[in-house]
């Protein structure tokens, strides 16, 4: 018979507060890094939109946004949260922030 405090199914430890995975309250350098590689890349997309002349509103959109080196740092890493504290979190604790396209600005006043 299998013990209930061994093996695969035991709980976790109190030092972890109940989760296994914890998110870390800052990004590292690496994370930091693949967010700037993301931005730039994003950034060539358009550029090589605009150049082969195509035209539609979003592209238009597009154009507007500060591209990766012209953002403030806290631009890149943080995101409006209008329940953190200072209205401002972490990207890395945005759900799936890898795959979705995240506001370049913030909202008028913040």
Excluded: C
Aim: avoid cysteine.
């Amino acid at each position: 018979m299998f013990s209930i405090l061994s093996g695969p199914f035991r709980p976790s430890l109190v030092a972890f507060g109940g989760k296994a995975w914890r998110i870390p309250w800052r990004l590292s350098k690496t994370r930091k890094a693949n967010v700037r590689k993301r931005l730039r890349a994003v950034d060539s997309v358009i550029d090589t939109l605009v150049e082969s002349g195509v035209q539609f509103k979003q592209l238009d959109l597009a154009k507007k946004l500060p591209k990766e080196h012209e953002m403030n740092p806290r631009d890149k890493y943080t995101t409006f949260s209008r329940t953190a504290r200072n209205y401002r979190k972490g990207i890395h604790k945005v759900p799936k922030f890898t795959k979705v396209a995240l506001p370049r600005t913030s909202p008028v006043g913040f």
